[in-house]
């Protein structure tokens, strides 16, 4: 059975910092490219982040580019979300993502998207 547990999430100040965590189980984590989409309160789900399957390709919203680094680990199963320089549109619950096939495809859509974890809620307040 695929799981997908995210963590990390929390009350940030604008400006601040946060390092999401999802930890993978139940398939070859290192077969598959990851992404994190999140949602904001009241609108649809956003694309945020992919990353392939050995890491070394990493693919960004407008909206995130150069201030969120995606990483994974596939040592530990473990995709990485760190957000730095956070605003208060960046409110949300963040979703670790497994994509269907082992192929990225660019900007990938909410069908390339196999299985989703629970979320972590991230909120950005003063």
């Known amino acids: 059975e695929v799981q997908l547990v995210e963590s990390g999430g929390g009350l940030v100040q604008p400006g601040g910092s946060l390092r999401l965590s999802c930890a993978a189980s139940?398939?070859?984590?290192?077969?598959?490219?990851m992404s994190w989409v999140r949602q904001a309160p009241g609108k649809g789900f956003e694309w945020v982040s992919t990353i392939n399957r050995d890491g070394r390709s990493t693919f960004y919203a407008d909206s995130v580019k150069g201030r969120f680094t995606i990483a994974r680990d596939n040592a530990k199963n473990t995709l990485y979300l760190q957000l730095n320089s956070l605003k208060t549109e960046d409110m949300a619950k963040y979703y670790c993502v497994k994509h269907k096939t082992q192929w990225v495809v660019y900007p990938p859509s909410m069908d390339d998207f196999g299985y989703w974890g629970q979320g972590t809620q991230v909120t950005v307040s003063s």
């Open positions: 139940g398939f070859t984590f290192r077969d598959y490219p």
